[in-house]
């Protein structure tokens, strides 16, 4: 820039907006009661204060000590950015083809269970916040709303399941998924058993709810939630119900047991059937080994979603952007997912260099549509468009593509780099 040019606008001197980036919004812009959201970890402090106690911990919890949680965040500062100067950026695109279709962005949402007992009809309002967006979805195998009613609100394609390891069900399971017009099927794979979370019984969550006094006195000192989801729910849909896995349960019963089937039975042999018997792409999730990676793809299984459940299954399992480069040297032919601990555009980028070809993001995205219903969910995705974006040109890369090992070191000491 010739000596003597003005910048426009003060601080740093980069103009916003260019042409072809997303055009990002002019915070002050922003609807009021989302104004103060600049960032996903933002929606959580508000959530916080509308949910129920039982709720709120049964979302944010990992369990026992929490060694997960915590590394899935800590693992991100481990590793730096080398930004390169004088790239051209202006076409930059954060479009992504995944199983050949074009999404928005390079990230969508994780599968969440529970979703509408946080958010009133919180399946449909990400439905369709991610429809909206043209980022993909993937419902949940635990949710309180029919994998029907999901699918229709929001043209979701991606659907999840918890599966035992016996045939029958799952063909069952699989065949109304078939039915129901899911072409994508996510098989979750790192809940053998129920997980040890000792935060859900120290804040009283339990699936199905127990009416107790305390649970009572918890939602009545959260009116917000109280009427704005739960009154309503049960005014307009009546009482939810766990709708997707063994006996219709509702949400609240004294003596209700979900059926789970025996989880930890299910093998390598039930994933062949699984293969033989669904037509459509199978995605295993859960995947930490690199191992698993090789004989998930001598299996013809898809894509593999390395994720650790965002902490809240085997405590100390190692975060999934640490075991992600050794598992995507290992996973030929197919397409590498992440998820656990995305929170802004720099982890994005940072899982896509380390060789994810796309990320998905949970806990964040389902307290946005506590803050904000579906507005909520879309100014979410938008913060973390605008994050992508940003960080790209920052970083002198013009395509998603290109966001390579070359652009990271690590932040101190040798690190995990490949
Ligand atoms: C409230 C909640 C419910 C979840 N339910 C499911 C589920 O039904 N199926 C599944 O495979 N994973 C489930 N997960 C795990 C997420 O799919 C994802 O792996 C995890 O949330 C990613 O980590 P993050 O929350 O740090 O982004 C759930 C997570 C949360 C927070």
């Known amino acids: 820039m010739a000596s003597g040019t003005e910048v426009s606008n ?40 509308v949910l129920p106690r039982p709720i709120y911990g049964y979302v944010s919890g990992g369990v026992e000590t929490n060694a997960s949680l915590r590394a899935n965040r800590a693992v991100f500062d481990e590793i730096a950015f080398v930004p390169k100067m004088l790239t051209d950026t202006s076409k930059r695109s954060l479009k992504t083809t995944l199983f050949g279709r074009t999404y928005d962005a390079p990230f969508g949402f994780a599968p969440m269970g529970g979703t509408s007992l946080a958010a009133y009809q919180g399946d449909v309002v990400l439905a369709r916040a991610a429809a909206a967006a043209n980022i993909p979805m993937i419902t949940s195998g635990a949710s309180l709303t029919p994998l029907e ?41 790192d809940v053998q ?9 120290r804040n009283g969550y339990n699936a199905p709810l127990r009416p107790t006094p305390r649970l009572a006195w918890d939602c009545c000192v959260r009116p917000r939630w109280l009427f704005g989801m739960f009154v309503r729910t049960l005014l307009t849909h009546g009482m939810p119900h766990f709708e997707n896995m063994g006996p ?19 093998c390598w042999q039930h994933i062949e059937f699984i293969r033989k018997t669904w037509k459509g792409r199978l995605v295993l999730k859960g995947v930490l080994d690199p ?3 090789h004989i998930a793809s001598q299996s013809g299984i ?19 952007l640490r075991a992600l480069p ?22 994005v980028l940072k899982a896509l260099a380390l ?64």
């Not at 042409?19 to 959580?44: C, H, I, Q, T, V």
């Not at 394609?157 to 996510?186: C, H, K, M, S």
């Not at 032919?333 to 998820?339: C, H, I, S, Y």
């Not at 979410?380 to 395509?399: F, N, T």
């Open 291 to 293: 191992e698993d990676a």
């Open 302 to 320: 898809d894509g593999i979603i390395v994720s650790n459940h965002g902490g809240r299954q085997l405590d100390g399992a190692v975060a999934p």
């Open 149 to 189: 009613k999901v699918r229709e609100a929001g043209r979701t394609t991606w659907f999840q399941a918890y599966l035992p390891g016996e045939n029958a069900v799952i063909a069952e399971l699989i065949d109304r998924a078939a039915r129901g017009g899911f072409d994508t099927l996510v098989v979750t794979l």
């Open 193 to 201: 058993v129920p997980s040890n979370r000792e935060n859900n019984v």
């Open 326 to 347: 050794a598992i995507a040297a290992r996973a030929s032919g197919m397409t590498v997912m992440m998820d656990s601990g995305i929170r802004r555009g720099t982890d």
């Open 10 to 49: 003060a601080g740093d001197g980069v103009a916003p907006a260019p042409k072809d980036s997303l055009g990002w919004a002019d915070k002050r812009s922003y609807p009021r009661r989302l104004r103060n959201m600049l960032a996903l970890d933002d929606f959580e402090t508000i959530a916080r204060k």
């Open 355 to 418: 060789g994810a070809d796309f990320v998905f993001v949970g806990r964040p995205i389902l307290y946005a549509a506590v803050v904000g219903g579906e507005e909520g969910v879309a100014h979410a995705i938008k913060l973390l468009r605008e994050e992508v974006d940003r960080d790209m040109a920052l970083l002198g890369v013009a395509s998603l593509d290109d966001m390579t090992t070359q652009r990271l070191v690590p932040a101190c000491g040798a690190g995990f780099l490949p």
């Open 248 to 266: 219709r349960t509702p949400l609240i019963s004294s003596t209700g047991v979900r059926g789970r089937g025996r989880r930890d039975t299910l």
